[in-house]
């Protein structure tokens, strides 16, 4: 039978239904389970693969962990992480420079800085495309890596109370996990200044999906209700100028204030962190968010195992 993710693009989680979330959250506990980073006891199901890193926007975790993943599964990787080195500098249009590397590899990872990038990009390429964060608008892989987390810490995906802290206007992990969050019938805090509140058209779509949620202004009172509390930091490279004093001081995270979380309570962050959860905080056992990093190898490890395997049996 035919793998149903096989050779199709991921760039949005509104694609995937709770079925197929599910079915990559199980490769990737395999391979965790494994564990077994030696290329020379496990099989390289990707050997002869070339998958192209086209980083059009800065990336330490996403990059980096795509071409681990792709390593480990034997493939070879080419790309750039600073598009100011190839013929973009002159010019060319993303359209152009997608056909050409679709040329020269089997699956592209894109990260743009415009929304909508990764959508253009899949439609004049004739290989596998997945979004690697475009603009303020989605970024799947992440938000399945925090599922991923979630799962593991919590045991459950299954009716759990998340906290979304900062700048949810502007956060594209936030945008993706919590349309992941949706499927899983999760309760949703959403903590953030009004300036950067989500946006009005997704707090719509929740309404109309019957998804329970609010808004806050103050982390303390919502941390003793939450099972988990997703960290953001302020987007600076996306912010109108009008924004720019804008402030998440009010909602860092300190250990005074985990003085109030329940016991099983996790902290994670897609990272990079700026000031909004200060480093005392690494040392207790709310903080999740390196395992959170950690992780992303395993999925990305799926993700790339399900999108080149034209078989079922994948793992
Ligand atoms: N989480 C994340 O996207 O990190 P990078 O920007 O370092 O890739």
Known sequence: MINPFYNTDLISVKTLNREQVLAILQLAARFKERACHNTTCIPAPLAGKIIANCFFEPSTRTRLSFESAALRLGAQCIGFANASTTSVAKGESLQDSIRMLANYADLLVIRHPKAGAAQLAAEVSDKPVINA?????????????????????????????IALVGDLKYSRTVHSLIQLCTLFNMRLFLVAPPALALPDSTCDQLKWQGIRFSHHQDLATVLPRVDVVYMTRLQRERLLDSETLICLQPFQITTHLLKQAAPHLKILHPLPRLSEIMPEVDKTSHAYYFEQAANAVYVRKALLTLLLSEATNVS
Request: net charge negative.
């Open 133 to 161: 964060g475009d603009g303020s608008n989605q970024h799947p892989t992440q938000a399945l890596i925090d599922l991923f987390t979630i799962q593991a810490a919590q045991m459950t995906l299954e009716s759990l109370s």
